[in-house]
Each structure stands twice: as structure tokens, then as C-alpha cells.
């Protein structure tokens, strides 16, 4: 019998506890070729993108998350949410396979409800820089870059709270993502000012990789 990439999981809402499907695909289906220089990955199969189903949306109340939300929800959150999101929720699935359009307005719905509920900075630009991605793929740069700025905001956010403690970002993937952000939307000063942040602290850095990246992109600016 024929395995298919894709499968479903069974998943619980956070917020109004009900059950819904949500698609996923087979890890032996995903093989990474290469990242751009913001991590964004590069599938060898275009036609399966892991990318597009990281969010669940709930069809019951239209709340939508990722791995990464906290399961706590402040009192005055689950009234900001249902007067949001689900009052104006139709009642529609995203368990399928989604297009690339679907895969967007997933992590949009995404962006709402984790900016209503308080989730980390971190997670919120981790969710733009996605979108961004899926524009990039569809080659609507204008839309890109708006949420690339977004993302990049969001991680200046997340620095100067520090509320990336605890997550898989570091300090100086904070600082590099900041950096080469602001260079791809063309906020010079910022990015220099950044990338010059993270040389600085190269000598203490367990990150030797990162530190080359932004050494590269630093180099490539002042060519």
C-alpha cells in the first residue's frame, strides 16, 4: 500500500476544548535542501511545504495556534477571543491540504490570537517571518516585506523584554534575525547597527555559525 505524505492528528483546542482534525505531513516526506539567509527553509519537493500546516485553526471557535502556545489563558483573554474571533467565526476547516493562500490566513489567525492572548513577542515574530516566507514563495513583495518588518519589530520587542529566554531562540539569533531583517527591507542603519551588536559579542558566542552568517551579510552590505 501506497503511504501518502500527508496525515491526520487529532488535536484539542486550547480555548474552547473541542476536538478537530488538522493536517500534517510524514517527516520521511520532508528533505530540506538548503535555508535563505532568515532561515527560511528550502524544501527539495516544492510541492509538499511542512510551512503551511504549523497552525491549527479550530473550525469549532476559529481559535488558532501553534506547538508554542502556553495552555494558560488570563480571564479577560477568553472574552477578548470570543468577542474577536469567535462572534465573527463561520464555521470551516483547515484540515485538509492547504494552498499557499490557506497557509497564510492560518498563520494571520495565528498572529490575532496569539497578540490577544499575550503569547511571547518571540513566538508572534516567529509566526510573521512565516507569512513573510509564503509571500516570498508566491513573489508578492510588497506583502513580504510588510511582514518581514512586522517580524523584525516584534523580535526588537522580544530583545529588550528578553522574553526569548527559555524559547530555542538565543540572545545572538535574536540579534542576527533583527539584523538582516531590517537589511532585507533596506533599514540600513538599523541592520548595521545590529549586525555590529553581534561581532561585538563574538568572542563569548557558542554560536560560531551564526556569528559567520552575520560576518557574511555584514560584508555583502558594504560591498
Given amino acids: 500500500m501506497e503511504i501518502l505524505p500527508y496525515y491526520q492528528k487529532e488535536v484539542v483546542c486550547l480555548h474552547c476544548k473541542n476536538k478537530f482534525k488538522s493536517t500534517k505531513i510524514r517527516s520521511k516526506f520532508i528533505k530540506l535542501e538548503t535555508h535563505d539567509t532568515d532561515f527560511q527553509p528550502i524544501y527539495q519537493n516544492k510541492e509538499i511545504n511542512p510551512l503551511l500546516y504549523n497552525v491549527f485553526v479550530c473550525e469549532h471557535c476559529g481559535f488558532s495556534f501553534t506547538n508554542d502556545f502556553t495552555k494558560y489563558f488570563a480571564p479577560s483573554v477568553k472574552d477578548a477571543i470570543k468577542e474577536n474571533i469567535t462572534k465573527q467565526w ?22 490575532l490570537c496569539a497578540s490577544l492572548k499575550k503569547e511571547k513577542f518571540v513566538s508572534i515574530a516567529g509566526l510573521a517571518l512565516r507569512v ?24 526588537i520587542d522580544s530583545y529588550s523584554r528578553e522574553d526569548y529566554s527559555g524559547t530555542q531562540m538565543s540572545e545572538i539569533r535574536v540579534l542576527y534575525m533583527i539584523a538582516e531583517l531590517s537589511r532585507r527591507v533596506g533599514a540600513r542603519d538599523l541592520a548595521t547597527r545590529y549586525f555590529s551588536m553581534i561581532l561585538e559579542k563574538q568572542s563569548s558566542s557558542v554560536e560560531p555559525s551564526l556569528i559567520e552568517m552575520a560576518k557574511e551579510r555584514w560584508q555583502e552590505m558594504r560591498t
Fill in 132 to 155: 513573510a516566507w509564503l509571500y516570498r514563495i508566491l513573489g508578492q513583495q510588497d506583502e513580504e516585506k510588510r511582514f518581514l518588518e512586522i517580524a523584525r519589530d516584534r523580535y
Fill in 90 to 111: 463561520t464555521s470551516r476547516s483547515y484540515g485538509g491540504e492547504r494552498t499557499i493562500q490557506e497557509g497564510i490566513t492560518a498563520y494571520k489567525l495565528g498572529i
